[in-house]
């Protein structure tokens, strides 16, 4: 073999070595751009669909807390479509909707003891709407507990209001020892009438 031939050869096994390198780091770049594509969805199904929400108002000499999901509309139809109308559905995600109250109330009328309870709704097409309050205050916000559990239950009227794309409870009334909380979802508003009546002592 002549040095020409040996050098030209050195050159051809260099050059299949440098083609080879090349296909490998193509296969290695599409392997990693792969498994970027198939984590992506991954890391964005990390965060909650339902985020956690709490809303606290004093009302008098009372505190009033709520800890909820807020469960996010998407575009969907609501009531009497993703909510069945008449069947007992809870108004959050994940843990139940909890409602708290350091001293008794009364609401719409009824007397409510102090303490923690679960909230779930009958939704209605054409009547007043029930709201339940459970005495199972820490669950889950399916199944419903059961009628047993109920501590209280309340009809109201919804009313149709703008449309809020993630559930939310809040207060837009508070006026001396009375208040409204309020259940929002779409465009509908579920109200609820609270009043506080406790006086210190020698007040």
């Given amino acids: 073999m002549t040095s020409i031939q040996a050098s030209r050869g050195r050159r051809r096994r260099s050059t299949e070595a440098i083609l080879l390198s090349a296909r490998r780091a193509r296969v290695l770049f599409a392997g990693i751009a792969a498994l970027g594509i198939a984590t992506s969805p991954a890391r964005a199904q990390g965060y909650p669909f339902s985020q956690r929400g709490s809303v606290s108002q004093m009302v008098a000499h009372?505190?009033?807390?709520l800890e909820y999901g807020r469960p996010v509309a998407r575009g969907r139809a609501l009531?009497?479509?993703?909510?069945?109308w008449d069947s007992v559905w809870?108004?959050?995600a994940d843990s139940a909707t909890r409602i708290s109250f350091t001293r008794p109330v009364r609401i719409e009328g009824q007397e409510v003891k102090a303490g923690e309870y679960s909230i779930w709704l009958v939704p209605r097409a054409n009547r007043p709407w029930t709201i339940i309050l459970s005495r199972q205050a820490h669950t889950f916000h399916k199944p419903y507990p059961g009628s047993a559990s109920d501590a209280y239950r309340f009809d109201v009227s919804?009313?149709?209001?703008a449309h809020?794309?993630?559930l939310a409870f809040y207060f837009p009334s508070v006026l001396r020892a009375e208040a409204v909380l309020r259940m929002h979802w779409g465009q509908t508003i579920v109200p609820l009438r609270i009043i506080a009546p406790y006086q210190p002592s020698g007040g």
């Fill in 164 to 166: 809020m794309e993630s």
């Fill in 79 to 84: 009531f009497g479509q993703l909510v069945p």
């Fill in 158 to 161: 919804p009313e149709t209001g």
């Fill in 62 to 65: 009372t505190e009033i807390a």
């Fill in 90 to 92: 809870h108004p959050g």
